[in-house]
Each structure stands twice: as structure tokens, then as C-alpha cells.
């Protein structure tokens, strides 16, 4: 137990607690623990609830305590959501104050399992909707399904926390929750400090490309991000094959279930020797920092991760017009392109090859934006004043 005051102010009687909720574990392992660690460090106790949470070491050492969800992704899987929401009925008998959950399925649960809870011992809850499962282009069926459930969970909702215009706009259009319960934040933030140019050794951004017999002056691409049809990989390396340049290589930086297909279509492209299956690196920033720009050529994002960690590091993006990527690129520090059009990212690619100076502007630029905008730091604070805001519409009780 931390014995430690809340903080200084108006909680400092109070020890908060809060609990952060998910359908999958590695949705907090990867964004979510800075923000366990600032609110343990203020005193408060931290906790989380997830799928694969209670055999994540990780997470065993930077929760005050962690809780495992039975869940799946799907909204038909009916025994999964059942037994999901009788466990998260009991991981809410201890009673948080704050419950702040990410993603659809857990979404939804979680605000119905509080909603059942008697009205003086609801926590406030905040939902962070990292790009709403309805959208344009999407199957109609499964748009009708998320949007139903987003309408029926809004009333449950004391903040819907959106993080591109995009979403915004579909919160407000269909009236998801109350004007005043609805905030806009530019994502969750990525640690300028540590995606920055200065934090990475000479030699390791050159062992980058030796790993993989990428010549140090070839241009590459990166795609990082899940091998998944919904990241369309394959766009890329069918790119890759209409580029001028044959110098040019491909690296691609993570796991899926599509690397078996993506080899093959590599192959069939005679491709083989320029395109690299990097799998899931664990530091992927010198990998980063060698290539000539990150290619992220999705049919659905929220806010890319992966191109903030890119302009952070000064390396521009080539990104499709899934939703976010114009906000992070704002039109100069990359180039969009309509997402599936093979030769607009083919003419972009060539275009990165061409204009070096340009292509380093981009980058510089992106960065600067980064830490405008964007930074971990900032975004911690701005989830510390929301709490507090949702604090004070319902105290804390005391210890």
C-alpha cells in the first residue's frame, strides 16, 4: 500500500482510486503505464483490469493491483460477455472512484456493470474511444451495432474523451453524450524525450539496417504496425514494386496473422530481397530513425501511435486518409494519400527518394509539432485536470 497524501489540494484528505479498464492487456501495457505511474506517484492508488492482465509482469509491477477480465473483441461473442460482465460487477466492489476504460467491448461493459451498481457507490467514469468502430467505409452492419451501443453507453458516461475531429464530429452528430461531457485530446501522447533523435547511438541506428543487409545509403521504408488486413501491409509492398528506385527496401516492424500472405505476395513481386519482416521489435526507435519515411497505409486509425513516435523522431510520413493522419501530418510533414490508391503511394515514396532537403523539413517540422502538441507530458497533465474536474462533481470518499 502507498501511504503517500492524494496531493496537497482540496483531495488531500481523500486517497483516490482509480481504475484503468481494457479489453486487452497489451492495450495498457503499451500506452497506459506513464499514466500508472504519475497517479501512484501523486498517492493514489492505481489499479486495472484487462484480458491476459494477471499474467503481464509489467503490469504486475506498475498496478497497486490487477484484475483479469474474461473478454474477447467480438460483440456476438455472448459467454465471454456475460462472464466479462459478472467479473467486472465484482472488480467494482472495491469501490474506485475514477474508472477510466479504453476500447468498444470493455466500454460498453464496464459503463453497463456500473450503471448497476447502487447510485451513492458509482465511481465517475471516463471513456476514451481510440476511433470509434462506426465509420465511413465501414461494414454497415457492424457500423450499426457500435453505434448502437455508443448511443446506449453515452448515458452512462461522465466524459467521452475523443482524440481526432473525425470522432468529434460523430460524437456531436449523434448526440453520444451532452456537449459538456465531451472532450477532444490529441491522443494519448508519445515521450518526445525518449523518441528524439539525440537519445539514440550513431552505431545503433547503423546495426538498424546492417541486421537486415539494408545498404546505408539505400532508401527505406518502415511500416510499424500489426501485419492485420485492416493496416493493408500489402499496399506497401505492392508500392514498393512501382517505385523508380530499385535501391529502395521495405522493413516491416511487427507481428500478425497476415506475415504468411505478405511473404508471399513479396515473392510473387520478386520482392523478397527488398522486403524485410522485422516481427515485433521492443525498441523500434533506431529502426525508425534510419529510414527514409513510415508508411502507414490503414483503413482505420484513432490517432497513429506509430506516426507520432516517427515526426518525433524527425522522420517524415507517408500516411492513407484514414482518420487521424491529416491532424498528425496538418499538410507539412508528410504526404496523404487515398487510402488503397497503390500508385498515389508508389508516386509518394518515389517523391521522399527525390527531395531529400524537403523530406528533412517534413521531419523537422513533425517533431516541432510533437512537442507542441502532442507530448506524453502534456497529455498526462491534461488527464490529471479531467479527473480532478470529474472529482469534483463527485468527491472522493475519504479513507
Do not use: C
Not at 96 to 122: E, K, N, W
Not at 263 to 270: I, N, P, Q, V
Amino acid at each position: 500500500m502507498i501511504d503517500r497524501p492524494a496531493s496537497s489540494d482540496a483531495f488531500s484528505t481523500s486517497r483516490v482510486t482509480l481504475l484503468i479498464v481494457a479489453t486487452k492487456a497489451h492495450t495498457i501495457r503499451h500506452f497506459l503505464l506513464p499514466y500508472a505511474a504519475h497517479f501512484r506517484s501523486l498517492g493514489w492508488r492505481v489499479e486495472a483490469a484487462a484480458s491476459g492482465a494477471t499474467g503481464d509482469w509489467s503490469l504486475d509491477e506498475s498496478f497497486d493491483r490487477v484484475f483479469e477480465l474474461p473478454l474477447s473483441r467480438s460483440l456476438l461473442d455472448a459467454g465471454r460477455l456475460a462472464r466479462g460482465m459478472r467479473v467486472l460487477s465484482e472488480v467494482l466492489e472495491s469501490r474506485p472512484d475514477i474508472v477510466h476504460v479504453h476500447t468498444p467491448i470493455a466500454a460498453f461493459l464496464t459503463r453497463a456493470a456500473v450503471r448497476r451498481m447502487p447510485a451513492h457507490h458509482r465511481p465517475a467514469v471516463a471513456y476514451t474511444a481510440h476511433g470509434f468502430h462506426f465509420h465511413a467505409g465501414g461494414n454497415p452492419l457492424t457500423n450499426a451495432l457500435f453505434l448502437t451501443a455508443e448511443r446506449v453507453a453515452g448515458r452512462w458516461t461522465d466524459r467521452l474523451i475523443v482524440i481526432n475531429d473525425e470522432d468529434e464530429a460523430a460524437a456531436r452528430r449523434h448526440r453520444l453524450v451532452p456537449p459538456s461531457r465531451l472532450v477532444h485530446m490529441p491522443g494519448i501522447g508519445v515521450d518526445t524525450r525518449v523518441f528524439s533523435r539525440s537519445s539514440i547511438a550513431p552505431a545503433d541506428i547503423l546495426a538498424a539496417r546492417e541486421r537486415f543487409g539494408i545498404p546505408p545509403d539505400a532508401p527505406l521504408f518502415i511500416v510499424v504496425a500489426e501485419l492485420s488486413r485492416r493496416k493493408r501491409v500489402g499496399d506497401a509492398i505492392a508500392a514498393l514494386a512501382l517505385t523508380r528506385d530499385r535501391r529502395a527496401h521495405l522493413l516491416l516492424a511487427g507481428p500478425g496473422s497476415e506475415r504468411a500472405h505478405l511473404e508471399k505476395l513479396a515473392a510473387d513481386l520478386r520482392l523478397r530481397q527488398r522486403v524485410h519482416f522485422a516481427g515485433f521489435l521492443q525498441d523500434v526507435r533506431s529502426s525508425l530513425a534510419t529510414a527514409t519515411a513510415l508508411i502507414l497505409s490503414s483503413s482505420r486509425e484513432g490517432l497513429a501511435r506509430s506516426i507520432m513516435e516517427a515526426l518525433a523522431l524527425e522522420v517524415p510520413v507517408i500516411a492513407s486518409t484514414a482518420r487521424g493522419n491529416r491532424e498528425l501530418l496538418a499538410g507539412d510533414s508528410g504526404i496523404v494519400f487515398d487510402t488503397g490508391d497503390v500508385h498515389a503511394l508508389a508516386a509518394a515514396m518515389d517523391w521522399m527518394i527525390e527531395h531529400p532537403d524537403e523530406r528533412q523539413a517534413m521531419g523537422q517540422r513533425g517533431r516541432q509539432r510533437m512537442v507542441e502538441q502532442y507530448d506524453l507530458h502534456q497529455l498526462v497533465q491534461l488527464h490529471e485536470a479531467l479527473y480532478r474536474e470529474m472529482l469534483g462533481e463527485r468527491p472522493p470518499r475519504a479513507v
